[in-house]
């Protein structure tokens, strides 16, 4: 249901998309409390992975500013795997870039570069961190990260 609203809203469907967010939210809040769950998937079943969907659905829909509480909550170390922790870095460096935060757009990146190095060289965050450094004011540090990560060579 997850995976299903971020297609819906990147394919600008916001009804579908909060419709599914909202399944999910109530399939998790079903699952019985205190039972070990099997990892059979890269994302668990938690409230957590639903927020960080929430963030990445929200920004996706062009409105990020209903993404913030969502991506503040999350605790990036909690999350299951490198690949979780970069997602969360990647939608939350997308969410402050719509929001015009270039400091927080660089820290978000530079937590991806951390978790995840390679997920820091792939095109997407590359024309990210290319768009944040050729902002009007581009945030300090942002030409030694573009230089780190391949964007400047």
Sequence with gaps: METAAYTAACAHNAGTAHDLLAGAAEAVDRLPAGLPRQRLFSVDATQTQVDLYQVGVHTALGEP?????YATRINPAALPTAERQA?????TARMWMRLGD???TLAALQFVDRVAPEEARRPALRALTSELLYTAMPAAGVR???RRTGVLG
């Design 87 to 91: 997602r969360w870095g990647t939608d």
């Design 65 to 69: 500013d209903k993404a913030i509480p």
């Design 144 to 146: 030694d990260f573009a």
């Design 102 to 104: 270039q400091q927080r």
